[in-house]
């Protein structure tokens, strides 16, 4: 079935250790994207990818990092994870980063930093 | 700044018809998107409008008005299954969304 995973699901992580989240798509989108939803809040750019080898900031990458080595895998990087970073992450694709392009989600991970 | 305001939380009965409206400030334009997000899962695409006028898809609207920095989204003949948060996105010039933070409906008999 052709769409985006996420991998894991859920994760509790002791404040300080690194995490990585993983996310693939099998749609050959060229851009991708990974988000964090907090309660109140709209969702928020972490970082993205427009085309494979190719990075960028969002609106909020501190303490975050991410790669995109081939089309199908952008995972993201806590390098020394902070309760400020509990969360649900969510990575997006779309065909291209132009208008008119929907952003497909994938079902999100569930991190709760303590 | 760049900015989405939406209403928080709107309560309307089955069968009936809600309008949620958004308001938008980005740098740069290139449409307004809405999703659908039912409790613990994933956005899901609803509607796309870059130019201004009503586009209609099935019990779904969306309206646009470019020089007021305006969009709708109008649900018809409400089902019970359409309770869920409804997001307004404004993709700016970079083609990056910024995203309101999300107006949840609930649905009573």
């Known amino acids: 079935i052709a769409g985006i995973t996420q991998a894991p699901t859920s994760q509790i992580l002791a404040a300080g250790r690194r995490m990585t989240l993983r996310c693939t798509q099998d749609?050959?989108?060229?851009?991708m994207y990974w988000y964090r939803q907090d309660l109140g809040l709209g969702l928020r750019l972490i970082h993205y990818s427009n085309t494979a080898g190719t990075t960028g900031k969002g609106e909020v990458p501190d303490g975050y990092s991410v790669s995109r080595a081939n089309t199908d895998d952008f995972p993201l990087t806590l390098a020394s994870a902070v309760p400020s970073q509990t969360s649900v992450y969510f990575c997006a694709s779309s065909e291209i980063p132009a208008g008119g392009n929907e952003q497909f989600f994938g079902p999100g991970t569930r991190l709760t930093v303590l | 700044g760049q900015n989405i305001d939406q209403p928080t939380e709107m309560t309307a009965t089955e069968g009936a018809i809600v309008q949620i409206n958004c308001t938008y400030q980005?740098?740069?334009?290139?449409?307004l998107f809405w999703y659908q997000q039912h409790a613990g899962e994933a956005p899901t695409f609803l509607s796309y409008n870059v130019l201004d006028g009503l586009e209609e898809k099935g019990r779904f609207s969306s309206f646009l008005s470019r020089s007021k920095g305006y969009s709708y989204l109008l649900l018809k003949e409400l089902q019970m299954k359409d309770s869920a948060s409804y997001l307004c996105?404004?993709?700016?010039?970079?083609?990056?969304?910024?995203w309101g933070a999300g107006t949840k409906l609930i649905i009573k008999p």
């Open positions: 980005t740098s740069g334009f290139n449409g």
């Open positions: 749609m050959r989108h060229n851009a």
């Open positions: 996105a404004a993709m700016d010039s970079n083609y990056q969304l910024i």
